[in-house]
């Protein structure tokens, strides 16, 4: 049963810290996608990749994160530095050359 | 511009009652559909999804789904509430290429016994 995995699923760190959030997409799924869900803002499509091409970051606050896609197995997101209002869970999922997206079980992350 | 409306920030159902989960959308071309639920603590998992291959859409767990493009509706329902359906249910626009997806604010639903 094919999943996409994230790691770390919990992370608790310290205002100003960097932080990485790990995304292994399904195998031959070829769209990635990044996710950031608040109670207050809901599920936001922070940024989006095509074999492994960043197609989309305009949700994403550029002065302090970035998504990459290593390879087709590794995407990731990183936070630099961390802030307070960064405390969400942050969802990854991956595509086929179909729509239908699949989606990681999130890393819930708080900064303090 | 595609957008998605969610009607009902809360619904609340008896077990063994028809669920009826309201949904809005609005695209400037053919749009893909989706229903997701989402447990506590847990990610988002695909009920059923529309592509223009038939109004109706049966999905898991006993969840259907009709397209009705004059009212520019996608309803979620199911006939017979059951405790484990309990949830937060998310639909969701994308357009047919999958490039932008939209998600609706959720509905969460609460099952009584």
């Known amino acids: 049963d094919a999943r996409v995995t994230q790691t770390p699923r919990h992370k608790v760190t310290e205002m100003g810290q960097e932080v990485t959030m790990r995304c292994q997409p399904i195998?031959?799924?070829?769209?990635v996608f990044w996710y950031r869900q608040t109670m207050m803002q809901g599920l936001e499509l922070l940024a989006y990749?095509?074999?492994?091409?960043?197609?989309?970051d305009s949700g994403m606050p550029k002065d302090r994160f970035s998504a990459e896609m290593p390879d087709a197995t590794l995407a990731t997101l990183k936070i630099q530095p961390s802030e307070p209002r960064d405390s969400a869970v942050y969802f990854c999922?991956?595509?086929?050359?179909?729509?239908?997206?699949?989606f990681g079980p999130g890393t819930r992350l708080t900064v303090l | 511009a595609q957008s998605v409306t969610q009607l009902d920030s809360h619904v609340s159902v008896s077990e063994g009652t028809p669920v009826l989960l309201r949904c809005n959308y609005s695209?400037?071309?053919?749009?893909?559909l989706f229903w997701y639920v989402q447990h506590p603590n847990k990610g988002l998992q695909l009920l059923l999804k529309y592509t223009s291959a038939a109004t109706l859409v049966k999905g898991i767990n006993g969840f259907e789904a009709e397209f009705k493009k004059s009212e520019t509706s996608f309803h979620l329902t199911k006939p017979s509430a059951h405790m484990s359906d309990a949830a937060e249910y998310f639909c969701?626009?994308?357009?047919?290429?999958?490039?932008?997806?939209?998600f609706g604010a959720g509905t969460r639903l609460f099952v009584k016994a």
């Open positions: 990749f095509r074999n492994r091409a960043p197609l989309d």
């Open positions: 999922a991956s595509a086929p050359s179909t729509d239908t997206q699949y």
């Open positions: 695209s400037s071309y053919s749009p893909s």
């Open positions: 969701v626009v994308s357009d047919q290429g999958g490039f932008k997806t939209i």
């Open positions: 195998l031959g799924h070829n769209t």
